[in-house]
């Protein structure tokens, strides 16, 4: 999965600023949905993909701060393949909780190397998450995790028979911003006329789309590895290889002249290529033009690979399985509707229409672009979409309150609990150091009324060791700071320097809007000290100030030491 990849990010839907020939391999060897679509923004589609579900449904109502997560509740397809036999692996991003039973380890992955944010400071020599310890990663991100998801596969398929089934995620953080790539590939745009341009015009920022560019040829080159690895171990006829995007793009470039882009239900924002290739399995060079969503593919899956799919009665699956479409057998295949929501917008897609968020209705057969509404030449179909809209939002349980749920502190299988500054609050003068929750930390802490929160809930109590990720500076030491949590308090004075300059944005091909640049924080034991079971807020506050500031704060970790 791609992350911030465009329709017409691909050679092969006609993109001649860009060379792509792995990723496209995988259509042209296989199948290509040509009308496959996805959620605007990333973790209600990966939400969408894991469950078969529409998101609304799993909990996911946010992109950060807890309204990012699954309910526990439901069945990953992680958890379908590994209680199949699989073993189960993702690699990259996965967006939809940092702290376990919401880890990635808690929801069917046996096997995890990546981070768990939205998005992430930076891509060279990142922080990783490694099966729930933190470490630094090797190299350019997309590379890295690569690295590690064919490591994964060799070792666990093998060649010939003898080897384990496995479910592999490799969920890109490209090219999703920041726009950081190796000079290999940015040299190869760095110079170079951009021919085709996006809706903007002149506006486009040409850098950006530079730097999207080269990251979408650094993918195709990762894509091509785990390709020639599964080619080398003789496994391309027992391996179905799925390729797709999690939105459209972020920024304005060429993306196949479609309206909308990340963010919106239009059709830029979330029509995605979908490749699907098993060799002498699934017919080359097949296409298919019914519509199909980023719910249809745990069904899919499950049925092409003959696991046996149980579905829980309470919790019916809204994706359909496209194998008889994939076997080219479209006679019994249902008219149906999409519907796509984010925020405050509600789309629908059916095979010839699309009603837009704003009551537009338009012939996406005769009007692709989706520039002429014909919503008052057809009344009556009006009426139908906002009567069945209306009913969907009763099925899925919108509209969706903010999430209250708390974060999970010391589940008994998890030996520490990270707790970033994304899922806290800050509250008098402190700030986050950028506008996106999403990587940042906590900044401009002046005074002793400041305060930083977490709502926590501790599964199960016992000591802990408590650590705070921060960094400070020499004309500020002297700071005491109060942790509390349920009875549990402790106290500590910063009498070490922890300064450390930002780092990131030597890196950037483009100046960065929504992350944050980090800095090396380190980890500060504040004691230990015993916490009982049950929901509570976890806050750190200033006891003195003694300098101009206190520190800046990324995360607190709390360690389990016994029960």
Same mark, same amino acid.
């Given at each position: @999965?791609?992350?911030? @990849? ?58 950060? !701060? ?27 991003? +996965? ?32 922080? @990783? ?11 350019? %991100? ?28 490799? #969920? ?6 920041? @726009? ?131 579905? &829980? ?28 929501? +984010? ?29 002429? &509404? ?23 349980? %919108? ?45 401009? +802490? ?6 930083? #929160? ?75 000290? !015993? ?7 976890? #806050? ?19 360690? !389990?030491?016994?029960?």
């Amino acid at each position: @999965m791609a992350d911030d @990849m465009g329709f017409g990010d691909l050679s092969l839907h006609g993109n001649t600023n860009v060379k792509t020939p792995r990723i496209d391999s995988i259509g042209t060897d296989g199948a290509r949905f040509e009308r496959f679509f996805v959620c605007p923004v990333c973790s209600p589609t990966r939400a969408e993909l894991l469950t078969g579900r529409y998101h609304p449904r799993c909990g996911v109502r946010d992109v950060s !701060r807890g309204g990012e997560r699954i309910n526990l509740d439901e069945k990953t397809m992680a958890d379908h393949f590994r209680q199949a036999g699989y073993k189960t692996g993702l690699f990259g991003k +996965w967006h939809h909780g940092t702290q376990y039973p919401y880890h990635p380890l808690g929801r069917g992955f046996e096997q995890f190397y990546g981070f768990t944010e939205g998005h992430w400071p930076t891509y060279f020599d990142a922080p @990783m998450d490694d099966n729930g310890q933190l470490v630094k990663g090797k190299g350019y %991100l997309p590379d890295d995790i690569t690295d590690r998801a064919i490591d994964y596969f060799a070792n666990e398929v093998g060649k010939g028979d003898a080897g384990s089934p496995v479910f592999l995620f490799l #969920s890109f953080n490209t090219p999703h911003t920041p @726009m950081q790539v190796p000079d290999a590939y940015w040299n190869r745009f760095a110079n170079n006329p951009i021919a085709l341009r996006g809706p903007q015009g002149k506006l486009e920022k040409i850098e950006s789309t530079r730097a999207a560019l080269a990251m979408m040829e650094n993918m195709d080159f990762n894509v091509g590895r785990v390709l020639d690895k599964i080619e080398e171990l003789g496994q391309a006829k027992n391996t179905i290889v799925v390729f797709l995007s999690d939105n459209g793009p972020a920024i304005s470039r060429y993306n196949a002249e479609m309206k909308g882009r990340k963010g919106s239900v239009d059709e830029g924002g979330i029509r995605s290529p979908l490749f699907l290739r098993q060799k002498e399995k699934i017919k080359a060079g097949t296409k298919i033009q019914t519509i199909t969503g980023a719910i249809d593919l745990l069904p899919t899956l499950a049925e092409l690979a003959a696991t046996g799919l149980k579905i &829980d009665e309470k919790k019916p699956l809204d994706g359909l399985s496209l194998k008889p479409l994939l076997d080219g057998d479209n006679k019994n295949w249902p008219e149906r509707l999409l519907f796509t929501h +984010w925020g405050a917008e509600i789309g629908i897609r059916s095979r010839k229409y699309r009603m837009d968020a704003r009551g537009g209705l338009f012939d996406m057969e005769a009007d692709p672009n989706q520039k002429t &509404d014909i919503s008052g030449k057809n009344p009556e179909l009006i009426e139908n979409y906002r009567g069945q809209i209306g009913e969907w939002k009763k099925s899925v349980g %919108l509209p969706q309150t903010k999430d209250l749920r708390p974060f999970p502190v010391g589940h008994e299988a998890a030996k520490i609990t990270y707790l970033p500054a994304r899922d806290g609050s800050p509250l008098g003068g402190i700030r986050r150091s950028s506008p996106a929750a999403n990587s940042s930390y906590f900044e401009n +802490w002046k005074r002793t009324s400041d305060r930083i #929160s977490w709502d926590v809930e501790v599964l199960a109590g016992g000591e802990f060791e408590v650590l705070v990720y921060l960094a400070n500076k020499k004309a500020d030491l002297g700071a005491k700071i109060e942790f509390k949590l349920r009875e549990g308090r402790l106290e500590k004075v910063l009498d070490t320097v922890y300064d450390a300059p930002v780092l990131g944005a030597d890196k950037d091909r483009v100046p960065r809007v929504e992350e944050s640049y980090s800095k090396d924080f380190r980890p500060v034991s504040f004691g230990k000290v !015993r916490i009982s079971a049950g929901k509570g807020t976890l #806050s750190l506050q200033a006891v003195t100030v003694k300098g101009k500031a206190v520190a800046d704060v990324q995360m607190i970790a709390l360690k !389990r030491l016994e029960p």
